[in-house]
């Protein structure tokens, strides 16, 4: 079956270390997004990338990197200088600009 | 800026008590509003895309409908399984590459 597949679904780190978040799909999607959930808020967007080797910055970007060296992979790191790192994070990709984003299952990093 | 407001925040029916959730947006060119249910812990899952006013989709006990300025999702008859935090995104024209979502409104069907 084609998907998202984020990993791990549980994160638990230290503040002060970057942590690298994994996000792999099988859609054949050329473009690949990153959203953050917190409580009470919608999806914020960090990064997005519509090729393989470019990304732009989304809303959110500050403290976050990404790469897109393969088209099936867009991992998420996110370092020691994103303030409020606790959250849920979510992947997505879509065929087209105007079609719907497909998502992963999420991935809760708790930064202590 | 293109801005989507949810309503209610947080909507409690009894099971079979029909409903809607509201979703109102502006955008600079609409070219798509999407449903999405998510439950806890999980990624939003996909319901429905509505290209154009006048539009509307169903799937089982759901009705997704769109106006120039909002858009409803209409729950008919909804079972406790229905419960979950439905989710409203638009995609804007001119070049823009992001869905903008709202907050969401958070569904609990009583049995």
């Known amino acids: 079956d084609g998907g998202i597949t984020q990993s791990p679904k549980y994160l638990f780190r230290k503040e002060g270390q970057n942590v690298t978040l994994s996000c792999e799909q099988n859609l054949n999607h050329d473009a690949m997004y990153w959203y953050r959930q917190d409580p009470g808020q919608g999806l914020r967007l960090i990064y997005y990338s519509q090729i393989v080797n470019d990304f732009q910055k989304g809303d959110i970007a500050e403290g976050y990197s990404v790469s897109r060296e393969k088209k099936e992979s867009f991992p998420l790191t996110v370092t020691s200088a994103q303030k409020n790192p606790t959250a849920f994070y979510l992947c997505a990709s879509r065929h087209r600009t105007d079609s719907p984003l497909h998502f992963g299952n999420g991935t809760r990093l708790t930064v202590t | 800026e293109d801005q989507v407001t949810q309503s209610p925040e947080a909507l409690r029916l009894q099971e079979g008590e029909s409903s809607s959730l509201n979703c109102s947006y502006t955008?600079?060119?609409?070219?798509?509003l999407f449903w999405y249910r998510q439950d806890p812990g999980k990624g939003p899952e996909f319901l429905f895309t509505l290209y154009s006013a006048g539009e509307e989709k169903e799937k089982e006990r759901l009705k997704a409908t769109l106006t120039k300025k909002e858009s409803f999702l209409h729950i008919t008859a909804p079972k406790p399984e229905d419960s979950a935090t439905y989710l409203c995104a638009v995609q804007a024209g001119g070049g823009a590459q992001k869905l903008v979502f709202g907050q969401g409104t958070r569904l609990t069907i009583n049995p």
């Open positions: 955008v600079s060119g609409l070219r798509g």
